[in-house]
């Protein structure tokens, strides 16, 4: 479990997926502060790294990365922790577009395909 420093290549997270699900990796994304943490078996335990970190749980999501498949279909935006009312999210998903977006630009460039 880690918070991300530097960049991080797909064959890196091809072995770090090894460590729990084999094919994925669970992760959450700070949209806010551009932080991404990876590599635990529950998206909750990634939450709470990263809320020991300074994050706000406003701007976590979690988020399932799947390194072998391609650079349209890597991502799956499905957690509990997205499970947030308050904030108009109703689904483990992210519903707001524009969040799904400012996700995909922090694992971007965080991760080079």
């Not at 960049?7 to 084999?22: G, I, Q, R, S, Y």
């Not at 635990?40 to 976590?60: P, V």
């Not at 498949?69 to 308050?86: A, C, G, Q, T, V």
């Amino acid at each position: 479990m880690e918070i991300l420093e530097t960049p991080v290549t797909v064959n890196k997270l091809k072995d770090m997926a090894e460590n729990h699900f084999v094919d994925m990796l669970k992760a959450v994304v700070d949209i806010d502060r551009q932080l991404i943490a990876l590599d635990a078996e529950l998206h909750s335990d990634l939450e709470a790294l990263l809320l020991d970190n300074g994050s706000s749980q406003s701007s976590l999501w979690g988020i399932n990365i799947y390194p072998e498949l391609d650079k349209d279909n890597y991502l799956e935006f499905d957690s509990m922790i997205n499970l947030r009312p308050s904030q108009g999210n109703i689904s483990r998903g992210v519903d707001d577009e524009k969040i799904r977006l400012k996700i995909i630009e922090v694992v971007e460039k965080w991760i080079s395909r």
